[in-house]
């Protein structure tokens, strides 16, 4: 078949490189895979490459990678959402670790668009901002004082789940007038910060102060 699996070691076969520089090649094709995903695109990729173990497939082409996403819709009952992420991922780690160009199979692209008709997806509940001022004024700080500061620091620091679980104290400053807090490691690796003030402000300060100080 065509665009069959390549182990790693024989990415490039031209004996006039050095062995060592293909690994090194192979390593970085690899490390372009995204750090904080890289484990969800790997257990994918391994997912796929035992499907193929269990049906005996000895080689990867446009016709199986077909057969698979059909039997991922017709026996695991995926979305059409959930296909297009698989697609997405596979496609890395196939180029990454095989030496497979999947944004090639143009055919398979048209049969994921094709199961993508009729699909529609669920439509997010949004938070508006009348709802995050009526949650923080009327809500026991009893019982939800911890739930309001994760709400505050993550609408207004656009932060990810976790972002929001790896801030420290010594990511924020308390100005007296309002909280000063930095992300230093973003999905993006861009550090950014942002600025909690006025009654908002107050709420986290009561947190911080019912907090133990070691």
């Known amino acids: 078949m065509a665009n069959n699996v390549v182990p790693e070691s024989d990415i ?8 060592e520089m293909r690994l090194n090649a192979s390593k970085n094709f690899q490390n372009l895979l995204p750090g904080k995903s890289k484990e969800k695109y790997l257990s994918f990729h391994h997912e796929f490459r ?21 039997y991922l819709q017709d026996e695991k009952k995926f979305m059409s959402s959930t296909l297009w992420s698989r697609w997405f991922m596979l496609k890395s780690t196939l180029s990454a670790y095989d030496n ?20 529609k997806p669920k439509k997010s509940k949004i938070l ?20 309001k500061v994760i709400l ?9 789940r976790g972002e929001l679980h790896n801030i420290t104290f010594d990511e924020v400053e308390d100005s007296g007038k ?20 006025n ?14 100080t070691t």
């Open 128 to 147: 508006y901002s009348e709802d995050l001022a009526k949650f923080c004024i009327e809500a026991d700080d009893k019982i939800h004082l911890a739930n």
């Open 152 to 160: 505050i620091v993550g609408v207004f620091g656009a932060c990810r």
């Open 100 to 119: 497979i160009n999947v944004s090639a199979f143009k055919k398979l692209k048209a049969y994921l668009k094709k199961l993508n008709k009729g699909y």
């Open 50 to 70: 035992g499907w193929m173990d269990k049906n005996n497939i000895k080689s990867c082409d446009e016709l199986i990678l077909t057969v698979y996403f059909s």
């Open 178 to 197: 309002g909280l000063f807090i930095s992300i230093p490691e973003t999905k993006t690796d861009v550090a950014r910060s942002f600025i909690i003030t």
């Open 12 to 19: 490039d076969s031209d004996d006039d490189i050095p062995s």
């Open 199 to 212: 009654d908002l402000y107050g709420i986290c300060r009561k947190y911080m102060a019912l907090r133990p």
